[in-house]
């Protein structure tokens, strides 16, 4: 028949995108961004300064968690009161941003 290759040692499996971001396909969801979008695990416990997708009065957005409050995107530091409000989706795993756009002029 023949040798077997030298180099079968060697061979590695395919890049795989969707085990190396999503460790738990099942809990892990989509939101979209203003600049593209982020990868939430709502199976992962969140820790203090991690950022997180909320909802907020019906309204999905990001922030980063700090046990008592929470950082928006927009530096607004939901407290107290507001902080009953607030519904923790899951934990951002992972962040994909557009670097394409039609205005940018070509080098």
């Known amino acids: 028949m ?3 290759s030298p180099a079968q040692d060697y061979i590695e ?14 809990n892990t969801f989509r939101v979209d961004t203003a600049t593209g979008f982020v ?5 992962v416990p969140v820790e203090l300064g ?9 309204y999905p957005m990001l922030g980063k968690f700090y ?3 929470l950082i928006t995107e927009d530096g607004e530091a939901l407290e107290g009161e ?5 519904i923790v989706l899951g934990k951002v795993i992972c962040e994909v941003v ?6 940018r002029p070509t080098i």
């Open 82 to 86: 507001a902080l009953s409000e607030v």
């Open 67 to 69: 046990g008592k409050s």
């Open 13 to 26: 499996p395919r890049l795989n995108l969707n085990k190396i971001f999503m460790p738990h396909p099942a």
């Open 98 to 103: 557009h670097v394409y756009s039609e205005n």
């Open 50 to 58: 991690d950022i997180v997708a909320v909802q907020w009065n019906g």
């Open 2 to 4: 023949g040798f077997q």
């Open 39 to 43: 990868l939430v695990d709502s199976a």
